[in-house]
Nanobody, 125 residues
């Protein structure tokens, strides 16, 4: 089993920045895909960004150029740096993990076996 714990959410004004962290513990693997998803009220959970075990990164079009995903393997931590935040970025952000040797990063929730509890991000206009 893998446990994921997110941190770093909060309230920020439009144009501001936040950095989310996802700490993994338990039976972690060196072959993985980690992704951030978000879910706004009344909307489906959507892919935001992902990183595979060789460090390749993938982003949703809505966050390209504003968000950066990175991993610190020594600390079993994945971070999401969010800049130029917009009110439409408001959502609960979830970290998800898939133990896999594939290089492809899944963009659907069903591609992931492990989930964190989520952290709220609110961007005021």
């Amino acid at each position: 089993q893998v446990q994921l714990v997110e941190s770093g959410g909060g309230l920020v004004q439009a144009g501001g920045s936040l950095r989310l962290s996802c700490a993994a513990s338990g039976r972690t693997s060196s072959r993985y895909a980690i992704a951030w998803f978000r879910q706004a009220p009344g909307k489906e959970r959507e892919f935001v960004a992902g990183i595979n075990w060789i460090g390749s990164t993938y982003y949703a079009d809505s966050v390209k150029g504003r968000f950066t995903i990175s991993s610190d393997n020594a600390k079993n931590t994945v971070r999401l740096q969010m800049n130029s935040l917009k009110p439409e970025d408001t959502a609960v952000y979830y970290c998800a993990a898939d133990e896999t040797t594939r290089l492809r990063v899944g963009v659907l929730p069903r591609d992931y076996d492990y989930w964190g509890q989520g952290t709220q991000v609110t961007v005021s206009s």
